[in-house]
DNA sequence: CGTTTATTTGACGCGGTTCAATCAGTGTGG
DNA sequence: CCACACTGATTGAACCGCGTCAAATAAACG
């Protein structure tokens, strides 16, 4: 929804977009507060619970947004039912195809999930006029094509313990970026073993072998189901080939 | 090189950039004739040999480059020796990473390469006053990012011989985009075996072997070790899963 | 030609898939 | 509160596609 009048000229900043991530660091960062305000009156919070598709593959591109909360995994899949997760959109990660008519993939949520929804004529008409706005997206694009291919290498030439290991560090060094080799972290890992495997080109029994090959020794502790725990991220890093 | 001044006035069009398809489908359509030669003054032709490294990984960004001949190709590696190629890019493609201080990967001529050469300060400047530029470059990058997702799948979900079918797909595509699914198409392969296994995440010998298979099929006819028909797109089609 | 490099072909083994059974966690209704 | 079903994860055993190693051809080059 579209910030309060009266926030908005006491501060100048819609209260929708206060606390968004966005704001700074994603896209929306490239906008003054007036444009902001101009954003947000075409913009409006939605959210979604894990598994619900947000864009279709082959639908008609007719809104965009920004992940504000959670983990969102774009697919594609073969005619046959074979998938591949193709990229994961974390907060505050753009979503959607600009300048595409179509979509090319199916993005679904992961995770209990918040978007910040904006119609795709409001987003256009306000990207052909402030080119700073187109500015950010290319280099979010940009990311997400550098992260496309690391995985091509992680796919294409690594075992399946340096894939999973891969997976994990890719997670962790997301969740605190911080700890960039050296020091403890723990995450909920966002991704069934099924939606891993199908990340990481292999089968859930793969994946499910490696993790406790990593627990045995001893980079990983597993609690429950989901919650991974990296006491030293640099001897994960060393397993990711 | 610039265009000579004379050709200048007479055209508006630079020499070096009339029979150039950047001009047509590449970045530089963008431009209006008299950018063109401001731009062009900042450029040079340049002619590499297969197997030449056009851009190394961890180098500094100093310059881009548009294809104009030729195939090269981007490629990852592990500190273990193994490779991944993550891109191919043919005539009239862009070359570099744009707004990256540091390449990401390496490039190398596949086959014999002709670049149109252009240093970093140049097209950032331009890019700058001319979002139009900025906005050609997003599509390509957009484009490439398409490519490396449909990579990701074919290496990440197919067998040994829906990759090799799928390279001989897109090569075939490229060099004859009217034909696509239905017509016969001839085209020299610009990668060796080992090459296209670095592409696929296979071995040399497997795609060696692969490409037997299809022969065997009949769905292509191989001369020499790298002339390749496609007497029917759609049956080769058919195979890439 | 002789040398070198690219490709093909063969035999064998292994990493990861497949198929199947078991287990754990979670919600549901009697 | 327990039995039941259901979904996700683990584990085991057999199989096989592709990698590995090695040797034979074929093409490219001086």
Redesign the interface.
């Known amino acids: 929804m579209a910030g309060k009048r009266s926030d908005i000229h006491t501060d100048g900043v819609p209260v929708l977009c206060r606390s968004c991530e966005a704001r700074h660091r994603g896209i929306c960062g490239a906008l003054t507060s007036d444009e902001l305000t101009e954003l947000a009156r075409h913009t409006h919070k939605a959210r979604h619970a894990p598994g619900e598709e947000l864009i279709g593959d082959g639908t008609d591109v007719d809104s965009f947004a920004n992940v504000m909360r959670g983990v969102v995994k774009?697919s594609?899949g073969?005619e046959?039912g074979?998938?591949?997760i193709?990229?994961l959109q974390f907060a505050p990660d753009f979503l959607g195809?600009?300048?595409?008519s179509e979509n090319?993939?199916t993005a679904e949520a992961a995770s209990e999930v918040e978007l910040c929804v904006v119609s795709k004529t409001a987003l256009e008409r306000m990207m052909a006029e402030k080119?700073a706005l187109?500015?950010r997206?290319?280099?979010q694009?940009?990311r997400?094509?550098?992260e496309?291919?690391?995985?091509?290498?992680t796919?294409?030439?690594?075992t399946a313990l340096e894939r999973v290991a891969s997976l994990l560090h890719r997670i962790a060094t997301y969740t605190d970026p911080a700890a960039e080799s050296g020091g403890e972290v723990t995450f909920e890992l966002p991704l069934t073993r099924a939606d891993a495997a199908d990340f990481?080109?292999l089968t859930l029994e793969t994946v499910s072998r490696q993790l406790g090959a990593l627990r045995r020794l001893g980079v990983i502790r597993i609690t429950g189901t989901r919650m991974v725990t990296v006491p030293e991220l640099r001897s994960l890093k060393a397993l990711c080939?």
Chains 1, 2 share one sequence.
Not at 97 to 100: I, L, M, S, T
Not at 148 to 153: F, G, K, P, T
């Open positions: 774009l594609k073969l046959d074979r998938r591949q193709v990229g195809r600009p300048f595409g090319t993939l080119p187109e500015n997206l290319m280099h694009t940009l997400e094509l550098d496309a291919r690391d995985w091509l290498v796919v294409g030439r690594k990481l080109g080939g």
